[in-house]
């Protein structure tokens, strides 16, 4: 066990996993000699070489095309986007190819391909470099949508990603990914589809989704000083999404809230509501509430941009007004 | 999309006017153009014109003529026909954009308030009141919305319950609407008796009408002389409780309905005496419960019940209903009058069981708990009239069952044991069946099997 950032910790799975299986690559702008503009293949160019590690012209839709082919022909391509944003050229290739193939063969076409990139709001690096885009990949059938909250989950869900047959997207948000935490030297896996219990509460669940988790611990610390016990989940994966443990959660405190910094309409909340009224109807104490980031375009302006996310404030509001339903 | 109008900066160091007048009426179509409304301004009155199309809808609260108005206040908004104008107020000051987005936005979003006075409840705590047995439509909700939630339940469920009153039924509280109860009272229907239209809901108006159709409401005494010509000087007049009223009708519907009969013998109790000051040995000093002699009654009757089960039978004209399981009632005397609380599956359990059963039941009872679902649903009854120093008299069977055993005193009396008197203990069984289920000798075949189980408890005890 040591601390190591949340990059560094894929980045061990990503080096052990390289070594023992050459048909694993990676593919992207920058990852080669450069290492990464995220660190994500730091120090691999020099132990792997360009055939391992093979950098790419501006040109998303070609490059995942072809690692799609490649997946299809017995290798295990990793395309690393840097910016989330940039697999939209791709969508084409990664919704009516990809996400398909599998089904389309009847499962004689495996699908292992691991599509990673950082996401996310708090850089200034507006419209074209802060999507998240996961409730977009949720929403298609023969996705799995990870998105790690902290160092030692990246690095669990990040070596069940690299020998999952099916192609994975793996969301790494900026202002987590050189966050620091106890990670565990050797090898281990955290399962897609298992959630977990961030803190333990009873008087309302918040279920916090990637960058929200911390600041979702942040405020249940602070109000756990005035008497309120929030219970908070961090699902993890999004897809698969563990229903089970949020339910048994609203079992318990008849409350829920979801903070998700990707907009609110057709959104993980929307779709974590809608299990919850079916499956735990009976549980509700109150209506279900969400607070996401705002339905916007996001801005560049840095006080502009601060606005438009949930924060510590606006989230302990919604806390609040939760428990006066 | 309403849009919104405002109070415009006519100057460029203007940041506030007086407002003047409306230039047109609420609900007015205004074409580009159209002079709005007029604000003086440091310089002069000025009319304002239209740059929208659309209908006028002021905002309520804004302001009246002589107002003083800041720069962005807002007036009102033109609407698209048809479309509703926004519900607030007038605020201090306006948006600086509208928002044209597909999707409200809704970080805290508003749920309607309370329609009418009917009050609202979150699912949890119709469930919690559920399994609370409290009757919800009473409580005051802290919710936000009036709403009565989980936490307004558990308080009202935390508190004590008040007593009865004097000549009130003493069964549970039967979750019934105010009109529902005051229906059924008027009818002297037993709200007890009453199903609802869904399983833990209330009692409605319209479950009462049903009952009152189909059921034969209670005899009102209109044959009957008036009370005061019955009377004899200083009588006392008792109104007739409910339950009272409840025990007449089914006493007398057994009585004109059944083909009774009594058969009696007596049994040797000191095998049974013997066991229950085992029992009293055993469990006593453990400080566990010690089976009484009903309990030990109640077993002995469900075994033989099972051999015999024309005993455990209920008549229904065409056919004759054998029931497969022995749930059986046990006569007890309240304050308020006879109860028949129910053992269930009194077949399938052991002494102790029962033993734990009844005395939950006595518990429930002493605290007026007791509910229509454990008064009902016996196959066969017991009564015990020892206590009060009777052998062998004639039960009354308990429709819609087919027999009942009532016992009576065990008693010290001489007995001929090897054709020598010796003392000994007896105790008198009365079996009272319906003829019309049942004939003279299967009965009496059953009566004897309780004897024999009376007087050797190994052929029930040990299964």
Known sequence: MREITFMEGTREVLAAAMEADPTIFVVGEGI?????????????????????????????????????????????????????????????????????????????????????????????????????????????????????????DAKGLFATAIRSDDPVLFLEHKSLIFNKGQVPDGDYAIPFGQARVAREGTDCTVVAIGSMVDKVLNVAG???????????????????????????????????????ETFQPCGIGAEIAAQVVDRGFDDLDAPIRRLNGAHAPTPYSPPLESAIVPNLQTIAQSIRDLLAE | MAVEIVVPRLGWTMEEGIFGEWLKPEGAS????????????????????????????????????????????????LTAVGEAAPLATAPARSSTFSEKSNFSESVSAATPAIRGNEPTISPRARRVAGELDIDWSALNGSGRTGRIVERDVRAAAAQPRPEPVEGQPVLAEVRATPVARRLAEDAGIDLAAISPARPGARIGREDVEAAIAA???????????????????????????????LIAQRMADSA??????????????????????????????????????????????????????????????????????????????????????????????????????????????????VGPDELQGGTFTITNLGMYNIDAFTPIINLPQCAILGVGRIVAKPVIVNDAVVPGKTVALSLTFDHRVVDGAPAARFLNAIREFVEEPALWLVG
């Not at chain 2, 440091?42 to 107002?67: C, F, H, M, N, Y």
């Open chain 2, 256 to 369: 004109h309905t059944t083909a009774a009969v009594t058969l009696t013998t007596e049994a040797d109790a000191s095998a049974l005496v013997a066991l229950r000051q085992q029992l009293k040995a055993t469990f006593g000093p453990r400080n566990l419960p010690v089976p009484s002699y009903n309990d030990l009654l109640i077993k002995l009757s469900a075994v033989a019940l099972q051999a015999h089960p024309h005993l455990n039978a209920t008549w229904n004209e065409t056919e004759i209903v054998l029931h497969e399981v022995v749930h059986i009632g046990l006569a007890v005397d309240t304050a308020e009058g006879l109860l028949v609380p129910v053992v269930r599956d009194a077949h399938l359990k052991g002494v102790r069981q029962i033993a734990a059963d009844t005395q939950a039941l006595a518990e429930k009872i002493e605290a007026h708990r």
């Open chain 1, 32 to 152: 080669g000699a450069r290492g990464g503009n995220f660190a994500t293949t730091l120090g691999l160019y020099e132990r792997f070489g360009p055939e391992r590690l093979r950098d790419t012209p501006i040109s998303e839709r070609g490059f995942v095309g072809m690692c799609c082919g490649a997946a299809m022909t017995g290798t295990r391509p990793i395309v690393d986007f840097m910016f989330l944003d940039f697999i939209l050229d791709a969508m084409g290739e990664l919704i009516n190819q990809i996400s398909k193939i599998q089904y389309m063969s009847s499962g004689r076409l495996k699908m292992p391909i691991l599509l990673r990139g950082c996401i996310g709001i708090g850089h200034a690096a507006a419209t074209h470099h802060s999507g998240s885009y996961y409730p977009i990949f949720t929403h298609i059938p023969g996705f799995r949508v990870v998105v790690p909250s902290n160092a030692y």
């Open chain 2, 30 to 77: 205004i074409a580009v153009g159209d002079l709005l409304f007029t604000i003086e301004t440091d310089k002069a009155t000025q009319e304002v014109e239209s740059l929208e199309a659309g209908i006028l809808r002021i905002a309520p609260g804004g302001p009246k003529a002589g107002d003083v108005v800041l720069v962005g206040a807002l007036l009102g908004y």
């Open chain 2, 215 to 245: 059921h034969t409401p209670l005899p009102a005494p209109t044959q009957l002389p008036a009370p005061s010509q019955l009377a004899t000087p200083n009588s006392q007049l008792i109104p007739t409780s409910r339950i009272r009223r």
């Open chain 1, 222 to 260: 602070e109000l756990a000083a005035d008497g309120v016990s929030v219970e908070v989940v961090d699902p993890r994966t999004v897809a698969p999404l563990d229903m089970d443990t949020i339910l048994a959660s609203v079992h318990k405190t008849g409350r829920l809230l979801v903070v998700d």
